[in-house]
């Protein structure tokens, strides 16, 4: 049990990072959707898939992981209708964290459960969803990863890093219990769609090959 101070700490930490619990829209991200959003959503969504195996995004930094986390948690709370104090959402690069040595994982999803959830992990009623971004930066994420997969709660892990080397060579201990996305820059397609900014009807006419996508490409370079 954590002394009343750090608890005080940690519950800081969650409401900073998910103002949806309070009404709040999920915080700001760039409304164009990748084509990288529309297949991880297929691997989330409740009415598609009832896996609770965890999902791992990789790639290198600054190419979007974080925004389509929280459009992500856009989808599942205005399109699924999930409550909102049902997704957590963790970053590891949230300076608290940094600042917090003595702010455990395991102590987190405690408190999240008791005081924002107000349901014992054994007695979670549905499922929830944890984002966690940035999760290399948690010592021994993998093992503690595995540990609360193995205790098949109703939690869905989505976690995301930018150290994909070091991602793979940590994540044998979740050998066979966890979806590995690999996320990259910009595709040829979504350049053109982000350039042209096309309604979703006009984008499905784009085709991925011949003339008239390299056309496309050749306009939005030429107007960048």
Not at 4 to 11: A, C, M, P, V
Not at 33 to 45: C, E, G, N, T, W
Not at 70 to 78: V, W
Request: aromatic share 14%.
């Amino acid at each position: 049990m954590v002394d009343s101070e750090i608890e005080r700490r940690i519950l800081k930490i969650l409401n900073d990072q998910n103002p949806w619990w309070f009404g709040e829209k999920v915080r700001k991200y760039k409304e164009f959707k990748r084509r990288d959003y529309r297949a991880l959503i297929r691997k989330i969504d409740p009415l598609r898939t009832t896996s609770e195996k965890p999902m791992a995004i990789i790639g290198p930094r600054r190419i979007g992981k974080t925004t389509i986390l929280y459009q992500l948690i856009d989808f599942l709370i205005n399109k699924r209708n999930i409550v909102a104090e049902r997704i957590l959402f963790l970053s590891f690069d949230f300076p608290s964290f940094i600042q917090s040595p003595k702010v455990h994982f395991n102590d987190i999803i405690e408190l999240y459960s008791m005081r924002i959830l107000k349901e014992p992990l054994k007695q979670i009623s549905s499922r929830i969803y944890i984002f966690l971004d940035e999760v290399c930066r948690l010592e021994d994420w993998d093992r503690i990863l595995k540990g609360w997969y193995d205790q098949e709660y109703p939690i869905q892990f989505i976690v995301s890093d930018s150290s994909c080397t070091y991602f793979l060579r940590k994540s044998e201990y979740l050998t066979g219990r966890i979806n590995l996305y690999r996320m990259f820059p910009f595709k040829f397609i979504d350049l053109v769609r982000y350039n042209e900014r096309r309604k979703i009807e006009e984008e499905k006419k784009i085709d991925n090959t011949g003339p008239k996508l390299r056309a496309e490409f050749y306009k939005a370079v030429e107007n960048k």
